[in-house]
């Protein structure tokens, strides 16, 4: 009897003993799971900061790259506005370009027909004063210009303002062409060698400027010429065509050069 109660007493503390020992070896597991659950969850957490922290970094170069964009943009649309003003200068450089080229065609072609005019005027001058000796009267041509120049023995006696018969007769000729132009426009100048003059004139500057006056009186009064056209001047002896060493070269410096000019008031004009 005894020996079976043992039997019983080992059989149960076997069986309690079994018996207890299954919710330990769970708890042990759970525990060991959770704590690995634990581990992911931080491993989880981290990754999940760290892709926040690179979405953050993203976000961050995106709006640098937005900012960058809008830089651009702006920077393209100053640019389009400067190609659009460069575009608009260089169409109103061209059109001023072109007018220019036209206007200088023009002053061209009037600088020819100046010329042409001077030529023609020339020839004509130089057949209607033929019939003076060329040591007293000369007609050339220079710069769109005609000068007629005209000796001292020619027009006047030595040291006087008065034209003699000669004089007034040359005049007569050249006025009969500068009628027939009346567009020309008329200098006269009045020039004297370097000698002093002492009678009736206060010096060499009242003579060569009384005998330029002289000779316009006389296109005026007497051949009508239109005396708007007409300007008289004196310069002494400070323009001399010779030396003023010699009698031959003093005699040459004695003259009163005309000088034709073409209106060149269209010229003008175009210059403007």
Known sequence: MKKNNWCLLT???LTFGATSCVPKKRLLDSQI???YLQGDSARLANKVNAQNDEIARLNSRVNDLNKKIGELNSEND???KDANSTQSQLEENRRALLNQQGKTKQLQDLLDAQRAKSTALRQKMAEALKGFNSDQLTVTQKDGKVYVSMQESLLFPSGSAVLNQQGVSALGKLAEVLNQNPEINIDVEGHTDSIPIRIRFKDNWQLSTERALSIVR???DNYHVNPN???ASGHSEYE???SNATPEGRAKNRRTEIILTPNL?????LLE
Do not use: T
């Not at 008031?265 to 004009?269: F, G, Q, R, S």
């Open 11 to 13: 059989f149960a503390a």
């Open 33 to 35: 799971a959770y704590r």
């Open 78 to 80: 100053n640019l389009a």
């Open 218 to 220: 006389v296109m005026i």
């Open 229 to 231: 056209n007409l300007i």
């Open 240 to 242: 001399p065509v010779a």
């Open 265 to 269: 008031d269209e010229m003008y004009k």
